[in-house]
């Protein structure tokens, strides 16, 4: 049974960094594309970032593009989202998965909440 558990969230000032992490129990990674995910209160989840496993590319959604680098830890089985800069718009639940995601690996997320 695969799992994704993330972490690192938390209460920041604008302008300020967050690093989240997603670690996954169960399998090991390889020739999949990983994505973080967010939900902002009343709105729908959106597409924030993804990395191919194996090819290590990069893919941002317009809005974190500059601000947020999404990375991955072979030996850890860890993908990362580095957050710079962060904005009160970036406050959400964040979330990792396989992109396009799979329905039965949603986690608990982590809260980000950036405040002005």
């Known amino acids: 049974q695969v799992q994704l558990v993330e972490s690192g969230g938390g209460l920041v000032q604008a302008g300020g960094s967050l690093r989240l992490s997603c670690a996954a129990s169960g399998r090991t990674f390889n020739n999949i594309r990983m994505g973080w995910f967010r939900q902002a209160p009343g709105k729908e989840r959106e597409f924030v970032a993804s990395?191919?496993?194996?090819?290590?590319?990069?893919y941002y959604t317009d809005s974190v593009k500059g601000r947020f680098t999404i990375s991955r830890d072979n030996a850890k089985n860890t993908v990362y989202l580095q957050m710079n800069s962060l904005k009160p718009e970036d406050t959400a639940v964040y979330y990792c998965?396989?992109?396009?995601?799979?329905?039965?690996?949603w986690g608990q997320g982590t809260q980000v909440t950036v405040s002005s």
């Open positions: 990395l191919h496993w194996i090819v290590g590319n990069t």
């Open positions: 998965n396989t992109n396009p995601p799979s329905e039965s690996l």
